[in-house]
């Protein structure tokens, strides 16, 4: 039989560092069970010591999953260490991933310390982690940058210690494949009690090289790959769930191990980290993106329809892409609505939530004559964010924009349940809408990102939108779609609006040490 290779997913912890992509507690727990229903073997949720609010998010997502091991991240302290033990406590199987860099940049320059004293503080991190569960990992953080004979002293020492996974962090993402792949192999050779823990492997895409690094140390005997959804992750990013997943399933003639995921599951959990996120995936990414089993050449149109494999070396059906694309339209009933939003990985727990996204889909119906899964998913996920606070609710919104006049708009809200209307001018209707809405509101947010994006093709299609705004170092989302627009900025600067004047001030964890 072959080997199992172990999928650790991070989007909810370093994908979160990414700047902007800060996730509310209620959206870490929508991934964690779509990862979950994945099959993701770890789901490291958070650095609980980073703020108490990412300390109740850990805990709220470890509340929650029962099939996948929660994990929550620690520096080599004892304070981070009773921080994450403390959130992932609820867990069904909890991990402590603790770490300490081991570089000589690192060790000099940012932690003040000697490779003795590095070499002390891990081995007692990780003894001190093994008092709370016997799933402890531990990092030695910018690995790909160590010198090799004091990668091994630690190494057998924590494992030593108890560490049960040894993961090794291309932290800066400066490893090639046949370097990094000899670092992993020379490591398990050298290291005499190397047999009794786990091999791991975190690899950054500063150079691309991310999903490459980590299969080549696969090759090389790493059984468990940290990855993040979408890539998303610090700077470049890291390596890709997706990729690193479909090329170990799609090369079983070459890799000796494999995953025990769902692969079906990989679109929708894209598609609702991206929506979360407001990091949009690009066409051409591999395996998620929208042109990844499209093919314009009439070369390959000849050949895939004589054919498939000539041109497609998996499935679009194995990673989530339907194969049957169902369009429903204004007279399609909700059997049709339920079974095909089922087909799509989406069911509803109560009849009212059923009803409610009946309605949205035939409001939608009225102005769409073709309505696909795209805007399905498009609709679901909107209203599923929408229902975590309301403060705030779009009413009404005329905007008037013509040649050789400014953009007024006319907006009515909703807020705490009294209705209050403004008028704004602006640039163009979008920033007219924004500046009444804010007359209204008064936030004091700094608009960060506005980007749109069509969810299926033609005029009629639906416009989505992403907003971001920031205060105070606390960074939000917010997701609208529709065909206007304007109307779907105004719902996703709502939205974000909504979030942003929450009790809860949950800091973005950008500030905080990665590996």
């Known amino acids: 039989m072959k080997d199992q290779l172990i ?58 999953i029962r099939d996948s091991t929660v994990c929550g991240l620690a520096r080599a302290v004892q304070g981070d260490i009773d921080r994450a033990a403390e959130s992932v406590k609820p867990a069904n199987q909890s991990r ?34 093994r008092k709370f569960t016997d799933d402890v990992e531990f990092s030695p953080e910018d690995a790909g940058r160590s010198d090799l004979d004091f990668l091994c002293r630690v190494v057998e020492a924590a494992i030593e210690a108890g560490a049960t996974t040894v993961n090794i962090p291309d932290t800066v993402g400066y490893s090639v494949p046949s370097q990094f792949g000899n670092v992993i192999r020379q490591l398990i050779e050298r290291v005499p009690n190397s047999d009794q823990a786990v091999f791991s492997v975190h690899c950054h895409n500063d150079l691309g090289l991310a999903v490459a690094n980590s299969l080549e140390a696969v090759m090389n005997g790493a059984r468990q790959v940290e990855c993040t959804i979408n890539g998303l992750g610090e700077r470049a990013g890291n390596a890709s769930l997706e990729e690193l997943v479909m090329a ?184 007219a809408t924004f500046k009444a809405i804010e007359k209204i509101v008064n936030s004091g947010g700094q608009l960060q990102l506005y980007s749109v994006s069509n969810i299926t093709s033609g005029t009629d299609a639906q416009g989505e939108v992403t907003v971001r705004l920031e205060k105070g170092g606390r960074i939000v989302n917010g997701h609208g779609a529709d065909t206007d627009i304007v109307i779907a900025s105004a719902k996703s600067y709502i939205m974000a609006l909504n979030k942003l004047m929450t009790s809860s001030q949950r800091q973005h964890p950008q500030h905080s040490s990665a590996i």
């Open 96 to 129: 402590i991933h603790t770490f300490i860099a081991t570089s000589p940049i690192h060790m000099r320059e940012k932690l003040r310390m000697e490779p003795e004293e590095v070499l002390q503080q891990a081995v007692w991190a990780v003894r001190y982690a």
């Open 248 to 431: 170990v399933r799609t090369r079983q003639d070459v890799f000796p191990c494999d995953t025990r995921l769902d692969t079906t599951n990989i679109v929708p959990a894209s598609r609702l980290v991206s929506t979360i996120t407001g990091f949009p995936v690009q066409p051409n990414k591999a395996v998620v993106g929208a042109n990844a089993f499209a093919h314009e050449s009439g070369i390959h149109q000849d050949g895939v329809i004589k054919k498939r494999e000539t041109y497609e070396i998996m499935r679009a059906e194995d990673v989530g892409w339907s194969a049957n694309r169902m369009v429903l339209g204004k007279h399609s009933g909700r059997n049709a609505f339920k079974t095909r939003l089922k087909e799509l990985g989406v069911e509803f727990k109560t009849e009212e939530e059923l009803n409610s996204a009946f309605s949205r889909f035939k409001n939608l119906a009225d102005k769409k004559h073709e309505i696909f899964d795209e805007d399905l998913q498009a609709l679901v996920t909107e209203e599923s964010l929408e229902q975590e606070t309301e403060r705030f609710k779009l009413i009404t919104l005329h905007v008037c924009s013509q040649t050789g006049e400014t953009p007024k708009a006319t907006v009515t809200l909703s807020v705490d349940a009294a209705e209050t209307t403004s008028v704004a001018e602006g640039s163009g209707p979008v920033d």
């Open 7 to 64: 999928v650790f997913d991070t989007t909810l912890r370093d994908g979160e560092q990414s700047p902007g992509a800060s996730m509310t507690q209620e959206e870490k727990i929508r991934i964690a069970k779509i990862l979950e229903k994945m099959r993701v073997d770890v789901i490291e949720a958070g650095f609980p010591a980073a703020s108490e609010g990412d300390a109740e998010a850990v805990k709220a997502v470890a509340e929650v």
